[in-house]
């Protein structure tokens, strides 16, 4: 486990992107399971909420730009694609965050830094806190880099 202070810093220069707000930052990287074993310590669940629904908006933007012509059926599959678990994770491990992430003992112990599901999530939740924090142009940037898009030079490569 890489301590987080240090490896925070390491991710948002991957993300082109420094937090003004940290604790955002450290909440999109906290799991529930570590919120239980700390009170008052918020969990990452609302920012995925919140990072679910910008990356669904972002993927299908881009869809709609670069095949405006394609069948909606055609469309609906390839985001459906980009926006899986193991895509997610993929896009999670790229930017190295299972080392970041705070997890309970519970979690900790089953190997739930390498967990599909808990890379998908974290990944969500990072985009949702960038989004609370910077908008939609930054998710644009992070997710183009992630998924390979030719963004102009704009996309966060990692």
Known sequence: MVPINGGIEALEDKLRHRFANRELLK???THASYSAEHPGV???QALAFLGDAVLALVVAE??????PTAAVGRLTSRRAEMV???TLARGAAALELGPLLR?????EQTGG????SMLATALEALLGALYAEAGLPAVRRVVGGLAG??????CAPC
Do not use: I, K, M
């Open 103 to 107: 997890l309970g003992r519970g979690a």
């Open 42 to 44: 918020e969990h990452q």
């Open 84 to 86: 899986a678990d193991a």
């Open 149 to 154: 898009w030719s963004c102009g030079g704009g």
């Open 113 to 116: 830094r390498e967990t599909v």
């Open 27 to 29: 909440r999109a990287l």
């Open 62 to 67: 881009h869809l709609w730009q670069t095949e």
